[in-house]
């Protein structure tokens, strides 16, 4: 039997904040952006009352693993067709949006949201980000 994935909501008027942790590879990219919501030696560690909903929206589309995300009532009905990529600093290669992925041995995937993908070569989840790069140093 699989194991259930784990999956924190923090509520806010009409956003909800998702985290799931076993996806989170801790670049601290939400730590850096708003240091006044993300608290990891707290508990709870997110306190989404301390930012505003745009500064919260734009800080979690930012999140390179996709493990926080979020809901928010005046999205029911939107669907974004658009995949954009972008390459952080000394990090993954983030590529925004819904797409379906082939794998190596033929098997195709779909990613939706954020999906991570490994430029240092050390990730042990290849071809995503597992934070590899930050032990190994990796800059580029």
């Not at 509520?11 to 006044?36: D, S």
């Not at 390179?64 to 000394?90: H, N, Q, R």
């Not at 195709?108 to 050390?122: D, I, L, M």
Request: glycine letters at 8%; aromatic letters at 10%.
């Amino acid at each position: 039997m699989k194991d259930k994935e784990i999956i924190k909501q923090y509520v806010n008027g009409k956003l909800t904040v998702f985290w799931k942790p076993a996806k989170c590879i801790h670049a601290g990219e939400c730590t850096k952006a708003l240091p006044q919501v993300y608290k990891p030696n707290e508990r709870p560690w997110v306190n989404i009352d301390k930012a505003s909903v745009e500064e919260l929206m734009k800080q979690i589309d930012l999140c390179p693993s996709a493990a926080l995300s979020y809901f928010y009532d005046d999205m029911a009905g939107e669907d974004s067709t658009e995949v954009k990529a972008k390459i952080l600093e000394d990090g993954p290669l983030l590529v925004y949006g819904s797409f379906n992925l082939t794998n190596k041995d033929g098997g195709v995937e779909t990613k939706e949201q954020r999906t991570a993908f490994c430029r240092c070569g050390a990730s042990q989840n290849k071809p995503y980000c597992d934070g590899s790069h930050i032990k190994v140093g990796f800059k580029g």
